[in-house]
C-alpha cells in the first residue's frame, strides 16, 4: 500500500447538497447551488467532493431511496445541472464523488412496481420475497429502520425484504440480471467523466443463506458480512471499477480489522478504501482509550495492504465538536484539536460541510421539527410501546441524524444565506455566531486552520504514507504519535482535555533531542518544545506537529 496513488492523497469534503445551498428559493438546497460555492470548496484546499445522492426519488430517506438512476432528482435540479457541476468541479483540478445506492431502491422504482405486480412476473426475483410463517413475517429480524425488516403485500400475499425503510426494498444481489443491470448504470456515471464512488449499504448486498430467526434480533449484524459478499465486490471490480481511473469507497457496516482488510487489500481487487463504523456508531461520547486502540488495531492491519479512511461525522452522525469535542467553552480549540487528529492519522481525511467552520449539534423543540426517518420511526415506536413522548423525544435529539443535516451557515443574514425561501428543515441558531463569513475574517478560526492543515498534506507525503506508531499507551487524555516515511519524521502530540497536561517521552532518544523538532503546525502559538528531561505541557485541547530535523 506504499505504491502512491492519487486517490490515496484524496482530502474529500462531504456535500449533503439539499443543506449546502438553496439557489431557487424553494428551501432545498441544489446542484445549482453547489455550482456556486465550488470555489469556497476549491479554497478549502481539498480534492475531491462527494456529493449525497441526487438521483431521482420520492425522498423518504433523503435521496437514498432511488426510483431512477438516470434521472437527476428535481428537487437537486437538471441533468445539465449535474454536467455542468462535473465540468466545474474538474475545470478547478477536483473530482466528484457520487454516492450510489445499490442494496435497494425506492418503492417507486419501476423494478418494484412491476416485482410486486405478481408472483411470476419476470423481475419478482429481483427483489427478495418469502412466505410468511404461520401469518407471522418469515423471520424475527429487524431493519434498521422498523421493528421487522418484512412487510407484507396485500395483492401477491408474500413479504418482502427491507433492510432500511419500507420503502426501500432490498434488491436481489444473487441474481444475475440485477448485479448486470446495476453495473450498467455505473458505467453510466463513470463514463461521463464521475471520479469516485461511495458505495452505500454495501456490507448487507449478500444476503443470509437460510431464512431462519436470529437468538438476539436487536444486533443486526446478521443482515451483513453474509457468504458471496467478497464475490459481487470482485465481480463488480471486474466489470465495472478496474476499467476506470477513480476511487471506491465502501460503506462497511460492522467491519472490524480482521474483516475490513478483506475489501482494500489491494491484492484482492474490490474496493479502494473503507469506511468502518467502531467509532462513528460504536462509540457514543469520547473514550481515547478506545480510539487508540482502534485506530492501533486498523493500522496494524491495512499496513502494507490498503488503505482506509479518517471521519467523526457524516450525515449520518452527529456533529463532531459536539459529540467528540466540547462545543462549548471550548469550541474552536476542540474543532481544530479533532481537525489535527484526523488529518495526521493514517488514513483518507473526510470533512463533512460545516465541519471546517466547527459548526455544532441542534437541539429542535419538537419532535415536528424533525425530518429523519430513521429518528421519527424510532420514535414512533418508542412511544408506542408507552414511553412518555418527552423522555423519547430527549433520549433521540443526541444521536438524530438532523443534527448534521440543519442547513450549512453562510453568514449572519436570514436563514444563514442558505435560502431566500422557507428552509427544509430548521436552521441552528447559532448561525449569527458561526459562520463562514465571520471565519473568513479571523486569521484564528477553524476555518483558518482547516485551510492550513490541508495545504500542509498537498506538501508532505508524510501524513498520506507515513507509518505509523503510538507513543503514548493508555494515557487517558493525551494522544501522541509518531508518523514516518522516507527519511521525514514526524510527532504529533494531542491533548484531549479541558487541564493542561505533561507528556513525558517513553523514548530516550527523542526525549534527548537527538534530532532538532520544529513545528510544523500547532493549534496554539508556542515557542517551547520538550525540555531535556522530555517532558511536555500542553494546554486544554491544545494539538501540534513536531517535525525531527
Ligand atoms: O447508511 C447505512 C447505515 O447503515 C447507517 O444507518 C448507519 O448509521 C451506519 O452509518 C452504518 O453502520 C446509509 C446512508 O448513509 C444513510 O443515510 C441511509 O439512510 C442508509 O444507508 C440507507 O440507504
Redesign the pocket.
Same mark, same amino acid.
Given at each position: 500500500s506504499r505504491k502512491p496513488a492519487w486517490w490515496k492523497e484524496s482530502v474529500v469534503y462531504q456535500v449533503y447538497w439539499r443543506s449546502f445551498r438553496d439557489t431557487d428559493g424553494d428551501g432545498i438546497g441544489d446542484l445549482k447551488g453547489v455550482i456556486e460555492k465550488l470555489d469556497y470548496i476549491r479554497s478549502l484546499g481539498v480534492t475531491m467532493l462527494w456529493v %449525497?445522492p441526487f438521483n431521482e426519488s420520492p425522498d423518504k430517506?433523503?435521496g437514498?431511496?432511488v426510483s431512477d438512476y438516470y434521472a437527476i432528482m428535481k428537487k437537486a435540479g437538471t441533468m445539465a445541472d449535474f454536467d455542468r457541476l462535473l465540468t466545474e468541479t474538474h475545470a478547478r483540478g477536483m473530482k466528484l464523488m457520487m454516492?450510489v445506492?445499490v442494496? /435497494?431502491t425506492s418503492d417507486r422504482h419501476p423494478w418494484f412496481i412491476e416485482s410486486r405486480s405478481t408472483r411470476n412476473n419476470p423481475k419478482r426475483d429481483w427483489y427478495i420475497w418469502q412466505d410468511g410463517k404461520d401469518g407471522e413475517p418469515p423471520t424475527n429480524w429487524r431493519s434498521? #429502520?422498523n421493528p421487522s425488516c418484512w412487510e407484507l403485500d396485500e395483492a401477491t400475499g408474500q413479504y418482502y425484504m427491507h433492510? !432500511? @425503510?419500507t420503502e426501500?426494498p432490498d434488491l436481489n444481489w444473487a441474481n444475475p440480471e440485477v448485479r448486470e443491470e446495476i453495473y450498467k448504470m455505473l458505467r453510466f456515471w463513470l463514463d461521463k467523466g464521475v471520479d469516485g464512488l461511495r458505495l +452505500? @449499504?454495501l *456490507?448487507?448486498l449478500a444476503k443470509p443463506d437460510k431464512y431462519a430467526d436470529a437468538e438476539n434480533p436487536r444486533d443486526i449484524r446478521y443482515l451483513t458480512h453474509n457468504p458471496g459478499l467478497h464475490d459481487y465486490l470482485q465481480e463488480m471490480n471486474r466489470e465495472v471499477f478496474r476499467h476506470y481511473d477513480i476511487m471506491t469507497v465502501g460503506?462497511i *457496516? #460492522?467491519a472490524t480489522p480482521e474483516t475490513g482488510v478483506l475489501f482494500v487489500d489491494e491484492e484482492r481487487n474490490e474496493l479502494n478504501t473503507l #469506511?468502518h !463504523?467502531e467509532v @462513528?456508531?460504536e462509540m457514543p461520547e469520547w473514550d481515547m482509550v478506545r480510539f487508540k486502540r482502534i485506530q492501533m488495531l486498523w493500522a496494524e492491519s491495512l499496513k502494507g495492504r490498503g488503505f482506509g479512511s479518517q471521519f467523526l461525522n %457524516? /450525515? +449520518? /452522525?452527529t456533529r463532531q465538536v459536539s459529540r467528540y469535542g466540547n462545543d462549548k467553552e471550548y469550541r474552536e480549540e476542540s474543532a481544530k484539536l479533532l481537525a489535527t487528529m484526523i488529518h495526521t492519522l493514517p488514513g483518507i481525511p473526510y470533512i463533512y460541510q460545516g465541519e471546517e467552520i466547527g459548526m455544532t449539534g441542534v437541539r429542535y423543540e419538537t419532535i415536528g421539527d424533525y425530518q429523519d426517518? @430513521?429518528m421519527i420511526n424510532k420514535y414512533v415506536e418508542e412511544v408506542g410501546k408507552g414511553g412518555d413522548p418527552a423522555a423519547v423525544l430527549r433520549s433521540l435529539q443526541p444521536l438524530s441524524?438532523d443534527n448534521s443535516r440543519s442547513p450549512m451557515h453562510w453568514d449572519d443574514s436570514t436563514n444563514a444565506g442558505f435560502t431566500k425561501g422557507t428552509p427544509w428543515i430548521k436552521i441552528n441558531p447559532n448561525y449569527r455566531e458561526i459562520n463562514v463569513e465571520r471565519a473568513e475574517q479571523d486569521p484564528n478560526s477553524v476555518l483558518a486552520f482547516y485551510r492550513k492543515l490541508i495545504a500542509l498534506r498537498s506538501r508532505s507525503p508524510v501524513m498520506v504514507y507515513g507509518d505509523f506508531t503510538d507513543i503514548s499507551g493508555d494515557d487517558a487524555h493525551l494522544y501522541v504519535y509518531m508518523r514516518e516515511y522516507d527519511g521525514t519524521k514526524w510527532i504529533v502530540l494531542l491533548n484531549h482535555g479541558e487541564s493542561p497536561r505533561i507528556f513525558t517521552f517513553p523514548e530516550a532518544a527523542i526525549a534527548q533531542k537527538t534530532h532538532n523538532p520544529v513545528l510544523v503546525l500547532g493549534t496554539h502559538e508556542t515557542s517551547e518544545t520538550w525540555n531535556d528531561e522530555g517532558t511536555i505541557e500542553l494546554r486544554p485541547y491544545e494539538a501540534r506537529i513536531y517535525e525531527m530535523k
Open positions: %449525497n430517506d433523503n437514498y431511496d454516492d445506492v442494496n /435497494h434498521y #429502520f433492510s !432500511f @425503510a426501500q +452505500d @449499504a *456490507a448487507l460503506e *457496516a #460492522f #469506511f !463504523f @462513528a456508531d %457524516n /450525515h +449520518d /452522525h426517518i @430513521a441524524r
